[in-house]
């Protein structure tokens, strides 16, 4: 028994320099005098005694009252402690002060701690009210020293709180309190530095480190205020020379060694040694890999010791080492010269892997050194981790295991494959589903493959050769795999694949404009997944309908399905934006179509970054398409001229040829409303490889999309190159065409174009009525965007086909008139010139040509023998001339063209 006591340990410690405050702990202490007790209780190094201290000075500067007590080995038997007690609370207890220095000089009187507890209690009776006693280091005690203080705690009176600090857990009595709520708990999951309070930490060291460095540095000392010290010590402000600290450099060895290694016994030690082998570990797990039964009492042993250990879930089952521990700890055991690593890690590979912890096992395996193991492992779980969006975990698989070992397991081989489409990788995926086609034929002759498995792998590779067909954007070969598939008996193909291969029949018949089974394929995908809870495949599966949707009219549909997409893209991938932007890009696109641009630039700005991370052509398509037309809305050309050959690269590189023609056709729907249109647009026409002759260009039965786009290009070179004629003609063929396939948005984009092209040949009424049907058409859907984007001669045709101004009440004429509205004074497709009031877009050379010529009184049949162009042309010159100068009659533009100086 001590006679003196060290004052030292009754005032609370002092440190050099600042400490940094953390409000969200250091604001705790307002509430520490409402709870009984509060522990504070986390391993070596990660603040305890700076939080206990700022709490301390932030009562005291307050003026409420706090006592302080540190333990150390001068308190060797309970009457210390109770000394320690009383004297730490002299000071602080108003009224109890005499009581306690009286206690203290007769402490030497008290035969048991029993009666020394009790008479520190009955001195503290109404003299200890709003006072916070906080005891530092208690895992200094054990025992009986440990079970007084317990005692103290249960007896103490109401008004004094207690605040303890330690390293281990402290066997206190403590669920009573915590039921009652009288218990404030702060772990070292609470004291681990938060990115700004790393940034402030940093700051105040007068260091500095970009957002990935700091992030790194986080993770990398698990938010340990002390291994965050000791990563810092002597380095400068540059990130790479952090690169290489570890839990093996001497800084952290030496302080692991000795304050936690050194001072444990060796049965300890060596299970630290050995489970450090592993991420994570339980009882169980450690159990079998190191052939013993104590397990569970070592864990709560080490725990309870404050050894660096992290529980990974509640109910104390998966634990592991702090980062730098865990460094140190295999270094120790390496240079111990222990030789059975591996041995020990593939027995934890056999538990794990019995135990459905297959991402654990094949770590396991990796790690010593037999990834065969890891790759037998990953081929039975790649196809199901595949099918519920997890690809990219069987990619951190295969990207560490040798190719001579893959080459044995098919199934992964297909997942790679799978994976390699979706990033437009199609001759190494083609390389991969060849060796897979060979081992499956060299299979077929050995008995001892179940035939069973055989007929799986060769569904599975089958649906790989349709999914790259689809990539490749090839309708007629992924119809074919299709068609092979749903060949097979039906109740033998897994859902995923089903669900899939009717999804993708949908893509095929939609390119090929038959969309007479649309709607009952896309039933049947929805619900073969629906059914077999395969949710996951619904987010592609809802891309490809929605789309499909709006091509055949049914706009809210297809917006309905495209936003279920997202919400469940939202529900698997949380912030994951490559999930959602399978279902999102393509509502982009229809929703710039109905003229919400804020929304589809919303959408844009947020995924089309993940246009390309599903290899799949709508979703880049529907990205650079409609960035394009955004821009071009607003005056924007040559931005979105360089939005289209930025993507064009891809179109090329990949040969995805409806990429590259839509890419071609919005370019000449930019050039036609600028200077120079006919050459511009007819050396695009030569170099993008557009036939020169319509006929090659008719709608025929077995059409494709990408047949359209050519015709849509040739269509746009020839209303500027004197064919307009022609152009009338091939658009109403195809016009006719979509109606009868039911492909309603194409019908609209026909109409639009034929309606400007019998405007230029003919003229007048009948390319009003078109127009009519066009907006008829397009009035359900809330088509806009296809007219606005036309510019002049479409609201010019538009303000006479419905005679704006009118009251009108039909839907047609209510459309009519919201377009109308939505053209406002000036046109999104020119830009107007500020200095000529009244002028929608400036004069082309060739268009002045034209209107000289007017001015002195020829006819169009005479301006188009001098100039040598058509008569059909100089209509569509005139045309555009009314349309800029604001008048509709040639009189009427020759007056104004004179006043402002544009001829003479």
Partial sequence: MSYQLLKTRLNPPSFSGSQLTRPRLTDLAARLPRHRITVVQAPAGYGKTSLLLQWFHWLSE??????WLTIDSSVEVPVDLVSYLAAALTGSCKGAGDRLTALLKERQQYHTSEEMITALVNALKDGAADLVLFIDDAHRLSGDLLALLDRFIELMPVGLSVVVASRCRLALSLASVRARGELLEIGASDLRFTTTEAVDLLNDAGKTLNAEAVEDLLRRTDGWITGIQLALRGRSSDPALLANFSGQHHYFADYFAEQVFDTQPETIRDFLLKTALLDRFSAGLCDHMLDIRQSRQIIDLISAEGLFLVGLDNERIWYRYHPLFREFLNRQLADSGFQRQSRLLLRATDWLREKGELEAAMECALAAGYPGRAAEILETCSQDWAYKGRIDRVMHFVERIPMAELHHYPTVMLTWAWHLMRHFHFEQAQELLEAVRQRVEDWENISTIPSVDL?????????REMTLAAAKDDPLQVEQRCQQLLALVRHDLHPYLLGSVYAQQLYAQREQFNFSDIESLAAKARGVLHRSGYDFALISVLSVIGASFFAMGKAEAAIQTLEEGMTIAARYGGDRASLSALPALPLSAICYERNDTDRAGELLSRYSDNATDWGLVDQFLSVATTKARLLGSQGEDQEALGVLEEAMPLALDRDLERLRLSLVVEQMRIFSRGNGAAGRIAALAKSAGIPAEKEQLQPKINRFSVDELQALAWMRLAMVTDQVVEAAHLARNWRGFCEARGAHYSYIRWSILLAQALQLAEGGRVAQRVLR?????????GVMRSFLDEGAPIRTLLEQCCQAG????????????????AFGGALPAVSRLDSDEGIFGSLTDRELEVLQQVSVGLRNREVAERLGMTEGSIKWYMQ???????????LQAVERARRLGFIS
């Avoid at 009118?806 to 509205?821: C, H, N, V």
């Fill in 773 to 781: 049907e066009a907006l008829t058409a397009a009035a359900p859907m």
């Fill in 455 to 463: 007929e799986q792998l060769k569904h599975q590779l089958l649906h």
């Fill in 880 to 890: 555009q001339i009314f349309d800029k100068l604001g008048t509709r009659s040639r």
């Fill in 62 to 67: 307050r003026h409420q009252s706090a006592a």
């Fill in 806 to 821: 009118s009251e009108t009440s039909g839907p047609t004429d209510r459309f009519a008139l919201q377009l109308l509205k």
